[in-house]
Structure formats: C-alpha cells, structure tokens
C-alpha cells in the first residue's frame, strides 16, 4: 500500500517553542491530507483539513494561529504548533488520501509525539 | 449528523476464544473502515468495506458490512495474544462533510495467554 511518512516520531521542547512536524507521502500524490490529535486511550480527533495550494479548514475549537498547517506541494503538509504548552503535549497523527477525495484509500503517518514540557 | 458508535469499549479475553466487536452509525455512509492501533503507534489499515453484505477476512479477522442496518461487525476466531491492540472503525462522512471520517470511539482488546 501508500506509504505516509511522518517525522520527527518523537519531540520534546519547552514552553513557549515551536514544533513543527512534516507529513509527506511517499510514493502518490495528496491534495488532502488531514490533521489528528489523540489524547492517551481515546480516538482521534480531527484537527483540520489542509489542502494544497490553500489555507487549511480547521475543525470548531481548534485555534489557526495555535497550528500553523502548510501544504506547499502534493506529497507535503507541515504542522507547526506554535508557542507549545504543556496542554499541547498529545499524539499527533497526518493521513493522506490517495485517489480522488471521495474514492481513495487514507492512509496514515507513523504519528508524532510531541511533550511539551 | 453522523456518529459512530462501538461496542464494547473494552474487551479482556482468552486465547482460543471468539468474540465481536459491533459498529453503529447513524447515517448512511458508502464507506467503513477497520483500523488496528498498538499503543504508541500509529494506525493500521485492516479492512475498507465499500458496499452492502461485503465481507472481508483477514487471518483470525473477519470484518462485514450491512448499510441497511448501518452496522459493521470485525468478528475474531480463536484469538492469540498478537491480537491484543485497540481497534476503531470510522465511517466516511461523504460530501456533507468534505469525505472526513467520523471514528468510533475504539475497542481495547487483550488477550490473555
């Protein structure tokens, strides 16, 4: 199958820096690629929708200037979490679809863990 | 508005033992999938059901579909202990909702030797 490369896997920082964290496919082209969050020993939760070449759609509740996403080119969506806190410290996991938006097969990053300490 | 609901949430059982995990959403959808997530990891794509009475299997994993119903079931035969992950199913949303998945809320299963 496709593959969705995510990095870094893992990334402690202090409060008030930025992360960012890069989510390519590898081997198809994605003009949709999806931002999740997940707490410890719940779902995912959407965070935003980033498509290429325009701005991003961000869930209800989820603060833009907070995550910054960028999706310059076909196989690249940038996260960037901007003056990290504590409260940020989650799981952070891209997908892409390959295919058309409604017909093609998500796949996921390997997901990033972001500790804000 | 569409929600996903599993069942159960949370599941400790016997090797050698079969067991379902149900999958209900409330609207009609033309896509469900089956993902496998072991504890810091990622997600693992297991089954993608596209169409009513389809029926896919996988090793000990057998996953159906009935869109009349609006249920998903991922059945397990004689479970071993590698079978012990969190599995969640999502729902495409379709075009009202930009083809987002809406996910259940998972299943935690172990299996004990």
């Known amino acids: 199958g496709a593959v969705v490369s995510q990095h870094p896997s893992w990334v402690i920082c202090k409060s008030g820096t930025s992360v960012k964290i890069e989510c390519r496919s590898l081997d198809f082209q994605a003009t949709t690629m999806f931002w999740y969050r997940q707490f410890p020993k719940q779902s995912l939760m959407l965070m935003a929708t980033?498509?290429?070449?325009?701005?991003?759609?961000?869930e209800q509740g989820v603060e833009k200037d907070k995550f910054l996403i960028n999706h310059a080119s076909l196989t690249l969506s940038t996260l960037t979490v901007t003056s990290a806190h504590p409260e940020d410290s989650s799981f952070y996991i891209c997908?892409?679809?390959?295919?058309?938006?409604?017909?093609?097969?998500?796949?996921f990053g390997e997901g990033s863990r972001l500790t804000v300490l | 508005e569409l929600k996903v609901e599993q069942n159960p949430l949370f599941l400790s059982m016997q090797e050698g033992k079969n067991y379902t995990i149900y999958c209900n959403y409330s609207t009609t959808s033309d896509r469900l999938y089956w993902y496998r997530q072991d504890p810091g990891k990622s997600l693992e794509s297991l089954f993608v059901?596209?169409?009513n009475g389809a029926v896919k299997q996988e090793g000990r994993l057998m996953a159906s579909l009935d869109t009349k119903a609006r249920l998903s079931t991922l059945h397990i035969t004689a479970a071993v202990h590698d079978l012990s992950a969190t599995y969640f199913c999502?729902?495409?949303?379709?075009?009202?909702?930009?083809?987002?998945?809406?996910w259940g809320a998972g299943t935690k299963l172990i299996i004990k030797p």
């Open positions: 999502a729902v495409d949303g379709g075009a009202d909702s930009n083809y987002q998945l809406i």
């Open positions: 997908s892409a679809r390959e295919g058309g938006v409604n017909t093609g097969e998500l796949f």
């Open positions: 980033s498509n290429e070449g325009s701005k991003a759609t961000y």
């Open positions: 059901l596209l169409s």
